[in-house]
């Protein structure tokens, strides 16, 4: 929320610059996410001028030359200067800019040449003063004083004291519980609060409308004519309400003779400076009672309210209405809609209806102040993605009271400015209105003093807390420990019990003042023993070169279609989101892997196309239960070099199968599991024969618990990862159930002695059919080498003339080590012919 600090000052100006206003205000909880300037610079470089005289400009149509007295601001006299307003004319007092001005938009004024006549400065228009930043068609020309009614200011007086030139602009980043924030006022209260300036009686007091039914003076006696479209005798206009849980509070005022014009100054300035564009003096009224109170308001056309009558309801599904932005809105049941005769008029809370505006000709005006529900004002602003000021303010739960601040302040304002007069009577129905009875008894809140030393740690005096509460608009009166505290309407949703008050307390009186203090014990925290697998995971492949990415958990159907799974496939059985952010972010992911790859896709589309990412998170899946299936997964993603180019190493090795494995592998390693690669049924989105499945070993059995393999061409160029360069190969990728594989890792580790005696090593050359893979050849092999067989590796892998067609030679690595002794060929030997016979059950022969 952006509040001009010139308005703010009106109301509480403390004995601070802007800086320490944004300290005092941030650490009471009210933050300032940063501040503005808005308006001029060097204001003392702005004057008010008088045009001597206008002459057309010799070499120019549409510019004309002036002669402006600047009184005492110019020292040489009356100062030429040109002008391109169609609307200057002698006799005129104008704002002039002098040279060294400087605008709004950042632009110096200098003595220039223009068209051959020098100008020295610049005869301004309101936009170029910042304010009115966008006037309608029609509006535009310089800004003549004279205009402004009342005597016009004598040449040379400073333009600062006659227009509102500049002011900062604090932004505020509001809490939804914090409502009471949403108005200058209320942050006026806050700055009171927090710096003990006096705060300035509310601008709503005292109220120059009335209460009662509306049309009815306050001796009883109805009017004799209630106005067009209504018989004589009865009120000009009525409202009914047939939702009243979606609007606790709806009041409305009558007022006539109004004269629609533009505002003054003062009021464009502060609009523009608020973010708000002026339209005209109704509207600008209206939003600058919003800004000041917190609470929206909306003015209606009388004489374009068919049948002078309102009707609050939920809309019809498909019902539709034209908004004051031209757009055409289509509402379902769960929506509120005002009506008249001829239809629906306008969106309830959100934005008003272009058949009732107020514009020209108009000259009676029903003001709608009501309260609304918060959450359905959000939803329905959510569904119809239509975002307003008036939607910002009431999605966070406005009091029903605020309806009598904003009436009474738009009263005297219209009445000001517009001419208006006010029909006596308001229309007021719901909650807290004097239709409704009387009003619930305010809350009531016990605070103890012991309490409070309790919380905050050091003692905070009773005449402290009370000074404090008050400066909130709380009411207290003295307990015997402590205080009874009755709540403000506007603080009745956020203070609800002792510690709210105690939170206000402590932030008012200062939280830097709380001293630092250690708990009486300090509980010592550790890691669970999954934690340290998971950790021990993480930091394994970081020792690899790998690094973690943090993709969303949400994804959407396009995403998973692009992975190549067909409908019925297990990864499609996704979670789909009631209220997705949107149609990207619709399911929750079943899989790592589409946030993998849309990291290495925004990696390779700048230049990164050597990646080595991974990613721990959690993935979902819809199994028909009333929860989902979810448990953590782990994935990896390599593509290109996985290392650097040097000049020692010009053509370092590329990521494929074979180095996903080993990474594979040393994460097994790190876990003490062991991992298995068998071949499996492709999934869609891996390359056919450039897969497998992930199997892990505990004990006896061995369960499945992920995949590995070479992306599917046609997945890596819908993400654009498969380069000019065919060398590069495609890129890998495996996922395993994190959940699973810390399940299957070992708790405890038994110690081992280092053995000291040597290893006793062989060489087996074997042949065997293609069909057998490696992994099965070396598990026979440790199964028959016994506890003495230490380790075996494939070291050689030949396929070729020499060992036949079908058949390819794998060249082992066996290392036999004793625990209490040096082993010889002869202890060797019927292990190795074990060996032999068990590789012969594969149909394995020895080479040579």
């Known amino acids: 929320m952006l509040v001009p600090l010139e308005w703010l000052r009106e109301y509480c100006d403390p004995d601070l610059d802007v800086h320490g206003i944004e300290e005092r205000l941030t650490m009471t909880g009210t933050k300032v996410e940063a501040i503005h300037h808005h308006g001029v610079r060097e204001p003392e470089r702005f004057a008010v001028g008088l045009v001597l005289s206008c002459e057309r400009h010799p070499d120019a149509d549409r510019l004309s030359v002036c002669t402006v007295d600047l009184g005492a601001a110019s020292t040489d006299g009356p100062a030429t200067i040109v002008c391109g307003a169609p609307n200057v004319a002698a006799g005129q007092t104008v704002a002039v800019a002098l040279p060294g001005a400087v605008m709004p938009d950042g632009t110096k004024i200098k003595r220039a040449k223009l068209r051959g006549v020098v100008s020295e400065g610049m005869i301004c228009a309101e936009q170029e003063l910042g304010i009115d930043s966008h006037p309608p068609s029609g509006r535009e020309g310089i800004l003549v004083l004279d205009e402004l009614g009342g005597e016009p200011p004598a040449p040379g007086t400073p333009l600062a004291d006659v227009l509102p030139l500049a002011t900062e602009v604090i932004e505020l980043e509001v809490t939804p519980n914090r409502p009471d924030c949403l108005g200058v006022y209320g942050v006026a209260r806050e700055l009171h609060a927090a710096t003990g300036a006096p705060l300035a009686p509310a601008p709503w007091v005292p109220d120059l409308g009335s209460a009662g039914p509306l049309g009815q003076s306050a001796g009883g006696e109805p009017p004799a004519d209630g106005g067009p479209g209504a018989a004589p005798g009865e009120p000009p206009a009525a409202v009914s309400v047939q939702c009243g849980e979606l609007c606790p509070r709806f009041t409305a005022r009558i007022f006539e003779q109004v004269t629609l014009g533009q505002s003054p100054p003062w009021l464009k300035a502060r609009l523009s400076a608020a973010g708000q564009r002026p339209i005209n003096n109704v509207v600008d009224i209206t939003n600058y009672v919003m800004l000041l109170s917190g609470q929206p308001l909306h003015a209606f056309d009388l004489d374009r309210v068919a049948g002078g009558q309102l009707v609050v309801r939920c809309a019809r599904d498909g019902e539709q209405v034209q908004t004051l932005d031209g757009q055409t809105r289509t509402l379902d049941a769960q ?173 008012i009186d200062g939280l830097d003042k709380l001293p630092a203090t250690l708990p009486g014990r300090r509980p010592a925290g550790m890691l669970s023993p999954s934690q340290r697998l998971r950790r021990r995971a993480v930091d394994a492949l970081v020792g690899r070169g790998l690094y973690e990415t943090v993709g969303w958990s949400f994804t959407s159907p396009a995403r998973l279609g692009e992975l190549r799974l067909p409908d019925e496939h297990p990864l499609r059985q996704a979670v789909a989101l009631r209220n997705p952010l949107s149609e990207e972010q619709s399911l929750l992911r079943t899989t790592l892997l589409c946030s993998l790859l849309d990291s290495a896709a925004h990696n390779a589309a700048r230049g990164s196309a050597d990646l080595r990412l991974f990613e721990v998170g959690t993935v979902f899946r819809d199994t028909g239960g009333e929860l989902p299936e979810e448990h953590g997964a782990l994935g990896v993603l390599l593509a290109g070099r996985l290392a650097p180019v040097t000049w020692g190493a010009p053509e370092p090795p590329q990521a494929d199968f074979f180095a996903l494995k080993a990474l594979l592998e040393g994460l097994g390693e790190a876990l003490r599991v062991e991992f298995d690669c068998e071949p499996g049924e492709a999934l869609p989105f891996l390359h056919p024969g450039r897969c497998a499945r992930v199997r892990v070993r505990a004990g006896a059995h061995a369960r499945t618990l992920g995949w590995i393999g070479e992306l599917h061409p046609e997945v890596a160029r819908r993400f654009d990862l498969v380069g000019a360069d065919a060398e590069r190969g495609l890129p890998v990728a495996l996922e395993l159930d994190l959940d699973g594989l810390i399940e299957a890792a070992p708790g405890e580790h038994d110690y081992r002695d280092v053995i000291s005696y040597p290893a006793l090593r062989l060489d087996l050359a074997v042949t065997l059919p293609e069909a057998v893979p490696a992994a099965q050849a070396l598990a026979t092999v440790r199964e028959a080498g016994g506890e003495k067989l230490e380790g075996v590796d494939v070291f050689d892998v030949y396929s070729g003339p020499q060992v036949g067609a079908g058949r390819r030679s794998l060249a082992l690595a066996l290392a036999f080590r004793a625990p209490d002794r040096t082993l010889s060929d002869d202890d060797v030997a019927p292990l190795r012919e074990r060996i032999v016979a068990a590789l012969a059950g594969l149909g394995g022969e020895l080479r040579g």
């Open 335 to 507: 929506m509120v809609l005002i009506e008249d005769a001829d239809g629906p008029t306008s969106i309830a809370g959100l934005m008003g209806g272009a058949r009732s505006e107020v514009g020209e000709g108009t000259t009676r005006v029903l003001l709608e102040v009501a309260n609304w529900n918060g959450p359905n004002i959000h939803r329905t602003s959510w569904a119809l993605g239509l975002r307003s000021e008036a939607s910002a303010r009431f999605e966070k739960g406005l009091a029903p009271e605020q309806c009598d601040h904003a009436q009474a302040l738009a009263t005297r304002l219209l009445i000001e400015l517009c001419g208006a007069s006010v029909l006596p009577g308001t229309i007021d129905l719901g909650e807290r209105s004097p239709v409704s009875g009387t009003p619930a008894s305010a809350p009531r809140i016990h605070l103890r003093e012991a309490r409070v030393q309790a919380i905050l740690g050091v003692p905070v005096a009773r005449a402290r807390q009370r000074e404090i509460l008050h400066a909130l608009d709380f009411q207290t009166e003295d307990a015997a420990d402590g205080l009874e505290v009755t709540v403000p309407p506007l603080r009745r949703a956020d203070v609800t019990r002792e510690a709210d008050l105690i939170e206000e307390v402590a932030r």
